[in-house]
Each structure stands twice: as C-alpha cells, then as structure tokens.
C-alpha cells in the first residue's frame, strides 16, 4: 500500500491540508496565511487586523460594517 500524505490540519477556508510553514492560527482554528484574508474585500489579514463572527474572516473595517452595525440596528438583538 502506498504511504498517505497530507493527513494534517485542514485550513478552515480552502480545507487542505495547512504545514507550518504556511500555518496561521485565529480563533484556535488553522488557515494557510494566503487563505487568511477578509470575505468581503479579499484584503489579507494579520492577526492584529482581523475579526471573526460565526467562522466568517473579516477585516475591521467590514466587521464594524456587517457586523456591529446590523447587531446595534437590529431590535430583535437587543433582547
């Protein structure tokens, strides 16, 4: 039988396989650091830059946008 490669971590973006040369952890979850970026703009995020909400990367500016916005316009979230 031949050997099985590729059995580590999956990024949580693109769901290959992540070695630590390329590794970034948020969240405890992994990601490729090409994979780590905003799902909006596609801006390439670092672990200072970013914010995530149900799984979702997003950069601070869509954050506050998509996120905080909704959440602080919502009535039905102030319950």
Sequence with gaps: MPPKFGGGEKCD?????VYAAERIEAGKRPFHKFCFKCCECKLQLKLET??????ILYCKKHYQSNIVAKNTQDPAAAM
Excluded: F
């Design 13 to 17: 973006v693109c769901a290959k396989t």
């Design 50 to 55: 970013y914010a995530q909400a149900d799984g």
